[in-house]
C-alpha cells in the first residue's frame, strides 16, 4: 500500500514492503490465548479407580457322538441304541436326547454316518434331535476316505 508523503518528491512507485504490525499483532493475541488456555487443558481430577481382574469363565459345552451304520443302527457315545421291551429304537433314541438337553450348557451333536446310510435314517435323527431342543447339530466327515 502506497501513501502519499508531504515530500515534493515525484516518485510515484509502490512500495514494496511488507506491513508487518498486523501479523505481529495477531501472532501476540494468539501467543495469549494458548498461555491463558494451555494450564486449563492439563488441570486434570485425580481419582483412585479399583483395580479389577475378571476372567471369563468359559465351560466348553461335552459333545455327543451320534454314528449311524449302513445297516440304520444308531450309536449313542460309542454303545448301540437298542430297542427294549416296551420302548422302539426311537423312543429309546429320544430319551437319551431329552437327558442331554436338560445338560448346561446345552451339548453339541455330532453325527456321522457311513457311505451307505440312508439319509433318511440321518434326517430322522437331525428332525428328533431339533425336536427335543438341540440346536447345535453338526456333521463329521472324514475326508481321507475314498
Not at 495469549?32 to 483412585?48: G, S
Not at 454314528?67 to 441304541?81: E, R
Not at 456321522?112 to 440312508?118: E, F, I, N
Amino acid at each position: 500500500m502506497a501513501f502519499g508523503s508531504l515530500e515534493g518528491d515525484d516518485d510515484n512507485a509502490p512500495m514494496a514492503e511488507i506491513n508487518m504490525v498486523p501479523l505481529i499483532d495477531v501472532m501476540l493475541v494468539l501467543l495469549v490465548i494458548f498461555i491463558v488456555t494451555a494450564p486449563m487443558l492439563t488441570h486434570a481430577v485425580k481419582v483412585d479407580l479399583p483395580k479389577a481382574s475378571s476372567s471369563v469363565n468359559v465351560s466348553k459345552p461335552e459333545t455327543v457322538q451320534v454314528a449311524i451304520d449302513g445297516q440304520g443302527l444308531v450309536y449313542w457315545n460309542g454303545q448301540v441304541v437298542q430297542a427294549t421291551a416296551d420302548q422302539t429304537d426311537q423312543d429309546v433314541l429320544k430319551a437319551h436326547v431329552q437327558e442331554a438337553t436338560k445338560h448346561e450348557p446345552q451339548p453339541e451333536l455330532h453325527i456321522r454316518a457311513d457311505r451307505t446310510t440312508p439319509y433318511e435314517k440321518v434326517a430322522q435323527v437331525m428332525s428328533l434331535a431339533a425336536s427335543q431342543g438341540l440346536s447345535k447339530i453338526g456333521f463329521v466327515t472324514d475326508p481321507s476316505a475314498p
